[in-house]
T-cell receptor, first 114, second 112 residues
Framework: DTEVTQTPKHLVMGMTNKKSLKCEQH?????MYWYKQKAKKPPELMFV???????INESVPSRFSPECPNSSLLNLHLHALQPEDSALYLC?????????????FGPGTRLTVL | QKEVEQNSGPLSVPEGAIASLNCTYS??????FFWYRQYSGKSPELIMS??SNGDKEDGRFTAQLNKASQYVSLLIRDSQPSDSATYLC????????????WGLGTSLAVNP
């Protein structure tokens, strides 16, 4: 089973709202990722957690705040977003134990900021 | 030079033909190479991974890797309309297994 789940599927929020995106995997993977993807562009890496510790932060604005409560869960807290933050937000996981790790993606959350 | 380059397309092939998708990369230290398929509005789906020079076949899909030429390709045999999608090439960043460098994708249209 290579399933990564994400909730919600769609989210509409105002610029003053606070919301969270959730990601879960039960494959025993030890690395989890957040990506942002705009239309007709490849995924853009935001954060990587490895063994529940933040290992990569691609200079993402502080209005995006990641959290990894345990090895199966990954959250992305959103606050004071801008309309240009509207995008497909993708979670991915990989085993995190080897040199040839494959990333598996969840279905994504389509975020619209009004 | 971009780190990972793909022809943007669209690549149009008739149903039943072979579709050939190409990708070049700049970092000789890269070790892992991936092809993802992405339908419009959906998330990327892994099609193939390849790590050694040569061919790797899985059903109708064949990935080919040539590290000397820094080239990786994906062949789709007996193309079907359901193969119409954007194909993304991704290469691991040398020295960092956790990070992928992505091409811009090639749009494939398979015409019935």
């Amino acid at each position: 089973d290579t399933e990564v789940t994400q909730t919600p599927k769609h989210l509409v929020m105002g610029m003053t709202n606070k919301k969270s995106l959730k990601c879960e995997q039960h494959m025993g993977h030890r690395a989890m990722y957040w990506y942002k993807q705009k239309a007709k562009k490849p995924p853009e890496l935001m954060f990587v957690y490895s063994y529940e510790k933040l290992s990569i932060n691609e200079s993402v604005p502080s209005r995006f705040s990641p959290e990894c409560p345990n090895s199966s869960l990954l959250n992305l807290h959103l606050h004071a977003l801008q309309p240009e933050d509207s995008a497909l937000y993708l979670c991915a996981s990989c085993p995190g134990t080897g040199n040839t790790d494959t990333q598996y993606f969840g279905p994504g959350t389509r975020l619209t900021v009004l | 030079q971009k780190e990972v380059e793909q022809n943007s397309g669209p690549l149009s092939v008739p149903e039943g033909a072979i579709a050939s998708l190409n990708c070049t990369y700049s970092d000789r230290g890269s070790q892992s190479f991936f092809w993802y398929r992405q339908y419009s509005g959906k998330s990327p789906e892994l099609i193939m991974s390849i790590y050694s020079n040569g061919d790797k076949e899985d059903g109708r899909f064949t990935a080919q890797l040539n590290k000397a030429s820094q080239y990786v390709s994906l062949l789709i045999r007996d193309s079907q309309p359901s193969d119409s999608a954007t194909y993304l090439c991704a290469v691991n960043k040398a020295g960092n297994n956790r990070k992928l460098i992505w091409g811009l994708g090639t749009s494939l249209a398979v015409n019935p």
